[in-house]
């Protein structure tokens, strides 16, 4: 008996170890429960909701300075999705936080029910969107979402790069009448826009990152620094490229794809999205209406059939050429062809 | 322990009255529209008049914000509704007329965009009592401490999930301002609502959830306004359940708990005398 009840305790984790809270800290680009509470303070009518995820999201930051406007539904982001619906109607602003997988896909329906056919100003803090959370599996995997979101009428659609554009996006957008779905990363994001002059993101206007003829690079997410690296390789050799961040995916920016894509003849298209349904898709519609069919363009993405492999986000992002490496390489092949 | 409030005779009456006017005019629209949902109508056609027969606090302005609110969960019941908003003169009786008909703000789903008095947009069924926990919630932020939201939910649509994780939650943030009538008609699309998928006991499911829940014949407007009267302050921290015991078709006896009749047109003979029936049954 004496041997049973003796219990080895391990020592406190070393300091390489984490936790969530540990998590937290390298979540830096997850800042829209900081920018939240702060527009918060100005605006009484924003409340936070999330689905059990407060320290993934780090709306738990928001929490901590306004917990009297902060919701916890536990697991049920259908029900979080209507239950905001009911709130706005009553005259509020909620911002609903969860993994993209969760409130875009299995909330979609309610999404297109109860907040854009009404046009509702609910906010959708959609995060560890794409393939961002890497070896929890498809489950966790959200590369159809765009496709849902961009054909659904009243909703406006923003992918912030970065903590800079998150802030910038959430500010522009918090008098639109109706729901906005933010795509949002794991938030460990390289900050792309705090080196940019303020106001270089701008809300439904693509922005050029970039100016080059040779060839036009449109990013997105993930996919914007590592465009913008590979576009200072090719220069070394020559070639000029224009990187444009496709951040408002709708309504979206038309005339400006197709403007670059036209002058340079070629355009490369790379998100953390199936290549069928987002922003390739939209590039397509983008040169068919303008009347630039003839521009050579390609595809980087999830394959149209295929889920991920399993494995850390930065090898998937290279096996699926989605890094700066692979924009280089299919960059280079774009312009042999 | 107190017997039941005294419900006043006017107001049994009015209710009485009103059903037979949603009844009426739900034959009238259909037969506008060429087809529709009578039977879902004709089970909680007491209940919907009883809410704008004095127990809602709503006023002349629709936008009121401080009014109750009502969420038709079961929402193609809209038919039994708008005869009774056009009565308060939300919207000009006249759009009854066009009902269905192309640019149309009537259809057979309401629509809070197109239609003053409608609270919420509804027609996916399971959606209907997050909306108003929401409102709940939000009516506690704003401090309007006596506005009640009530939602409307069929028996059948109690299959849905959403409702459960909306139950669940309605509970857990105290909300005493929400109360969810079941019009438990006991059928669904395909037939008997406890063949097809049960959902019994009804009552106990929610008081699992943390509801309180009283049952009652949905039928009987004196059990419907006595029920409503016994309500705590919508200040209390408990949801309330009213389970109404209704039968789906009541009113036009071979629609009474039929398997066909869940959507179905009446030509303009047999839409006379089902409004003769109703007539005589008062």
């Known amino acids: 008996m004496a041997e049973l009840e003796r219990v080895d305790v391990a020592p406190e984790p070393s300091g390489k170890s984490w936790d969530l809270g540990g998590m937290a800290q390298m979540s830096q680009s997850f800042v829209a429960g900081q920018v939240l509470a702060a527009m ?115 909703m406006t659609v923003v992918c912030p790069c970065d903590a800079t554009a998150t802030e910038a996006a959430l500010r522009q957008t918090a008098d639109l009448p109706g729901p906005v779905y933010f795509r949002l990363g794991r938030g460990r994001d390289v900050d792309v826009y705090d080196a940019l002059p303020e106001g270089t993101w701008r809300l439904g206007e693509a922005a050029v990152l970039r100016e080059g003829t040779d060839l036009t690079i449109v990013a997105n997410g993930i996919t914007v620094s590592a465009a913008l690296e590979a576009a200072a390789a090719l220069v070394v050799d020559g070639v000029e490229c224009s990187v444009i961040d496709a951040h408002t995916v709708r309504p979206f920016d038309r005339a400006t794809i197709a403007e670059y894509a036209g002058r340079s003849g070629r355009l490369l298209v790379a998100e953390e999205h199936n290549v069928v349904g987002g922003v390739a898709s939209a590039c397509a519609e983008a040169l068919v209406e303008h009347g630039q069919a003839g521009v050579k363009m390609e595809r980087i993405g999830m394959p149209p059939d295929e889920y991920s492999l399993i494995g850390p986000p930065t090898h998937l992002y290279r096996h699926y050429g989605m890094d700066a490496a692979g924009i280089e390489t299919k960059a280079r092949e774009l312009l042999a062809a | 322990m107190s017997g039941p409030a005294a419900v006043p005779a006017e107001q049994v009456q009015e209710v009485r009255d009103r059903a037979a006017t949603v009844r009426r005019e739900t034959i009238r629209l259909i037969e506008i529209a060429g087809n529709g949902h009578y039977s879902s109508v004709f089970s909680c056609a007491e209940l919907m008049a009883a809410l704008y027969s004095g127990v809602m606090r709503i006023a002349e302005d629709p936008e009121w914000p401080e009014r109750d609110r009502l969420i038709l969960s079961k929402g193609h019941v809209a038919i039994g509704l708008y005869p009774l908003l056009a009565e308060r003169g939300y919207f000009p009786a006249d759009w009854l007329d066009g009902y269905t008909r192309l640019g149309s703000p009537l259809g057979d789903h309401p629509d809070m965009r197109r239609i003053p008095g409608v609270d919420f947009s509804s027609g996916s069924l399971g959606h209907g009592l997050s909306i108003g926990v929401g409102m709940a919630k939000a009516a506690r932020l704003r401090g309007y401490d006596e506005t009640r939201i009530w939602v409307m939910l069929g028996d059948q649509e109690l299959n849905e999930g959403q409702v459960w994780e909306a139950a669940g939650s309605a509970s857990h943030f105290g909300l005493g301002n929400l109360v969810a009538i079941v019009d438990a008609n006991q059928m669904g699309l395909d037939g008997m609502t406890e063949e097809t998928m049960s959902v019994e006991p009804i009552g106990g499911r929610f008081e699992a959830f943390g509801w309180e829940v009283v049952e009652i014949d949905g039928h009987d407007p004196e059990a419907i306004l006595a029920a409503a009267a016994a309500l705590p302050p919508a200040a209390a921290d408990k949801p309330r359940c009213i389970v109404a015991r209704t039968v789906k078709g009541k009113g036009v006896s071979y629609m009474e708990l039929s398997r066909t009749w869940h959507i179905g047109y009446l030509a303009p003979d047999d839409a006379a005398a089902a409004l003769a029936e109703i007539d005589q049954r008062g």
């Open chain 1, 40 to 154: 918060a303070d100005e605006d009484p009518d924003i409340v936070v909701i999330t689905a059990d995820m407060k320290f993934s999201n780090l709306t738990v930051d928001f929490e901590r300075v306004h917990p009297d406007r902060f919701v916890n539904v536990g697991i049920a982001e259908q029900h979080m999705v209507s239950m905001a619906a009911g709130m706005a109607s009553v005259g509020l602003k909620p911002y609903i936080g969860a993994f993209a997988p969760f409130v875009g896909l299995l909330g979609g329906e309610q999404i297109r029910t109860d907040l854009a056919y009404p046009g509702l100003p609910v906010r959708i803090l959609a995060h560890h969107a794409g393939i961002a959370i890497g070896f929890y599996g498809t489950s966790h995997h959200a590369t159809e979402d765009l496709g849902l979101m961009r054909s659904i009428a009243n």
